[in-house]
């Protein structure tokens, strides 16, 4: 019994779709073993065309699978299997595997920072292209990280609005942290990380990026192709992600 060919999987060497592990042929994945979770090297085969049948998860997300998948199910205290066809909507509380996150990659966290509220930079000198960036309120305590990549400084800021089609300033001068000469890579997204840089880097694009609701961080990007490769990038890292989801077709700004 499977899954749909387009369901994303992860594995030790990343995240891919079924369909690509069947032509593989195995791929080392998280499963329950007698001796408890691990990763253990398993086989992918394709069974052929199948009727599928849609199963949504309490947090959003979801996935097709066939009629007779067998599911782990909790009820009244016992650990029973059902198949999908047997599963009821809104009552059948599912047993789903928690992989372990794995540490924070520092240098991680900053890439995935600078990538969401960094700027590229071009000396006039040399030529010579980095990163760097402005840092506002809680953004200070990146400092010793960054200044381990960089060069520390400040700039002179005050508030500002617009006043008939004219920026305004207002306010005491205030002197803000500013962190250039860093990597030119950090503005682009991470090719092959390892699952730790990949969890310091979504992490650190959630702070520049995201937002928090009750049960869920949230991250917004203008770039479907971006947000594409960062949603894998969390799911390579361990997090557990919804579906991409159009927040709006045209930006205000």
């Given at each position: 019994?499977?899954?749909?060919?387009e369901?994303?999987?992860?594995?030790?060497?990343?995240?891919?779709?079924?369909?690509?592990?069947s032509?593989?042929?195995?791929?080392?994945?998280?499963?329950?073993t007698?001796d408890?979770?691990?990763?253990?090297?398993?086989?992918?085969?394709?069974f052929?065309?199948?009727?599928?049948?849609?199963?949504?998860?309490?947090?959003g997300?979801?996935c097709?699978?066939?009629?007779g998948?067998r599911?782990?199910?909790?009820?009244?205290?016992?650990?029973?299997?059902?198949?999908?066809?047997?599963?009821?909507?809104?009552?059948?509380?599912?047993?789903?595997?928690?992989v372990p996150?794995?540490?924070?990659?520092?240098?991680?966290?900053?890439?995935?920072?600078?990538?969401?509220?960094?700027?590229?930079?071009?000396?006039q000198?040399?030529?010579k292209?980095?990163?760097?960036?402005?840092?506002?309120?809680?953004?200070?305590?990146?400092?010793?990280?960054?200044?381990?990549?960089?060069?520390v400084?400040?700039?002179?800021?005050?508030k500002?609005?617009?006043?008939?089609?004219?920026?305004?300033?207002?306010?005491p001068?205030?002197?803000?942290p500013?962190?250039?000469?860093?990597?030119?890579?950090?503005?682009q997204?991470?090719?092959?990380p390892?699952?730790?840089?990949?969890?310091?880097?979504?992490?650190?694009?959630?702070?520049?990026?995201?937002?928090?609701s009750k049960?869920q961080f949230?991250?917004?990007?203008?770039?479907?192709?971006?947000?594409?490769?960062?949603?894998?990038?969390?799911?390579?890292?361990?997090?557990?992600c919804?579906?991409?989801?159009?927040?709006?077709?045209?930006?205000?700004?």
């Open positions: 019994h499977c899954f749909s060919g369901t994303e999987v992860l594995t030790q060497s990343g995240v891919f779709k079924i369909s690509e592990l032509r593989i042929g195995h791929a080392e994945l998280y499963v329950k007698y408890g979770m691990c990763w253990l090297d398993c086989q992918v085969k394709s052929g065309e199948q009727t599928i049948y849609p199963v949504n998860f309490g947090d997300t979801s097709r699978t066939t009629a998948h599911w782990l199910v909790s009820s009244k205290g016992k650990v029973n299997i059902r198949r999908t066809v047997d599963l009821h909507e809104g009552k059948s509380e599912l047993l789903l595997a928690e996150l794995p540490e924070i990659d520092w240098t991680g966290y900053a890439a995935g920072f600078i990538y969401g509220d960094g700027n590229v930079r071009v000396s000198g040399t030529g292209r980095t990163s760097g960036v402005v840092l506002y309120g809680n953004d200070v305590d990146l400092l010793p990280v960054l200044r381990k990549h960089g060069n400084g400040k700039i002179k800021y005050r500002s609005h617009v006043v008939e089609g004219k920026q305004v300033e207002y306010g001068v205030e002197y803000l500013t962190v250039n000469g860093l990597p030119e890579s950090w503005k997204l991470p090719e092959t390892t699952r730790d840089y990949a969890f310091g880097f979504v992490l650190g694009l959630m702070a520049a990026d995201g937002c928090a049960s949230n991250i917004y990007q203008a770039n479907l192709e971006a947000l594409t490769q960062v949603r894998r990038l969390a799911i390579w890292s361990g997090l557990r919804g579906p991409i989801r159009l927040a709006r077709k045209f930006s205000p700004f």
